[in-house]
Nanobody, 117 residues
Framework: VQLQASGGGLVQPGGSLRLSCAAS????????LAWYRQAPGKQRESVAT???????YYAASVKGRFTISRDNAKNTVYLQMNSLKVEDTAVYYC????????????WGQGTLVTVSS
């Protein structure tokens, strides 16, 4: 499975961005999809998760501002980010895990989101 993330960029506080992550390869094995982020000097953290059934989970810091969704026909997962804050600045990674697995085995290359005035 290969994951290709895109959509990062520079945005002002309060602005919006939508990240995309396209999956290819043996995608029939994929279960949950997720977005993680890593800010400078910090550990990678989970941002949002979506299961095959469409259940979603969010970090407390982004709940109500970010929305994760998936388009199974396009093998793509999205992260809509609204009301962005300076502290959302990070490299964002998409990740996928096999059905029945609890570990994320597949990772995209990361896309940089910078929130700054």
């Amino acid at each position: 499975v290969q994951l290709q993330a895109s959509g990062g960029g520079l945005v002002q506080p309060g602005g919006s961005l939508r990240l995309s992550c396209a999956a290819s390869g043996s995608i029939s094995s994929i279960g949950a999809l997720a977005w993680y982020r890593q800010a400078p000097g910090k550990q990678r953290e989970s941002v949002a998760t979506i299961t095959t059934g469409g259940s979603t989970y969010y970090a407390a810091s982004v709940k109500g501002r970010f929305t994760i969704s998936r388009d199974n026909a396009k093998n793509t997962v999205y992260l809509q980010m609204n009301s962005l804050k300076v502290e959302d600045t990070a490299v964002y990674y998409c990740a996928a895990r096999d059905s029945g697995s609890i570990q994320y085995r597949y990772w995209g290359q990361g896309t940089l989101v910078t929130v700054s005035s």
